[in-house]
């Protein structure tokens, strides 16, 4: 029997994918790295359209992305990297940072072919802080929007330590929301290859979750955000049905513990997720449910295009199924306005 939602329906409302991806060349740094860094570059197999993550020729060609979102009816998507994820994990500061400017000026030259509906992240290499702040003050310069660094830091560099302060300052100052994004940085999946079998599924679900909500805790219970109260922080590809379940018992245990062991921050921990934390969602029911009553200010919907796992050409259909449920004024918020007041974007007409 079909359950009766009393919502207010999809169809016509305008949606931004808060998270979706492009497919660089895969010569790109090998070809565009400074000589010195040319033997130790990445090489990628080359892209075979209609296989896999390359099944879209719009990751590497805007324009024909331009008519792929039409397909899928998207007004505007923010960009992450696809084969330059991997290589957050890389621990050789100096090639890090020299690949991530090559994917900067190569994702600022893709989204200038329509730069009200391709919004581009940078990449920042966060192992050297006075670098990374120049590199994200070069490329909001020149359009991008935020930035993405490792979800989990090299164990040298936990986010609770001093080492990235003077990079959240500028973050903070720039209003460019950091985000943290799945499978980047020093994680499990830095070596994959060693995870087979029935192990491939405890990366997949647990250890996956274990990343970001280690993440988000140092960043609120050490009072990285108490400290830099304009800083935003994104977890992008997390999904969100786990989300609420986490707060509440963060919320206890603080309460609970803070007369005897007080962290360095003054509010719940939920009340900080409120004021600085952004997420993404593309096709978690649960999350659907759960946004009835809360996170409708801070969800975004995505459609992870072109992944093999993205909702497209489908992505109404799965809105509809997971949010059809909900007011228009929901809704609205979790389908373009809160991704579009994140980046600063122009709202739709």
Known sequence: MARKTGGAGTNHQIIISADSHVMEPPD?????VPEKYREQAPL???HKVGEGFQAHAGGWDPNERLKEMEVDGLRAEVLYPTLGLDLFGLDDAALQEACFRVYNDWIIEYCRAAPKRLIGIPAIS?????????????????????AIIWQVPHTDLPFYSDHY??????A????????????TGHGYNKHKERRTGVEHYRGSVNLKLLDIANALFELMFYGVLERYPRLKIVTVENEIGWMPFMLQQWDYYYRRFRGV???PINKDPSEYFKQQIYLTFFND??????????GEDNCMWSNDFPHP????????KVIERDLGHLPKEKQTKLLYANVARLYNMESPA
């Open 261 to 263: 062991n007080p962290p």
């Open 28 to 32: 790109l740094w090998k070809k565009q």
């Open 44 to 46: 990628f197999p080359p």
């Open 285 to 294: 029911s649960v999350g659907g449910r759960n946004l009835e009553w809360w």
């Open 309 to 316: 796992n993205s909702t497209w050409p489908n992505s109404r």
């Open 172 to 183: 903070q100052d720039l209003d460019a929301a950091v985000s943290l994004h799945i499978l």
């Open 126 to 146: 966060v192992y050297n802080v006075d670098h990374a702040v120049k590199e994200l003050e070069r490329c909001c310069k020149a359009g991008l929007k935020g």
């Open 165 to 170: 302060n003077r990079f959240w300052a500028a």
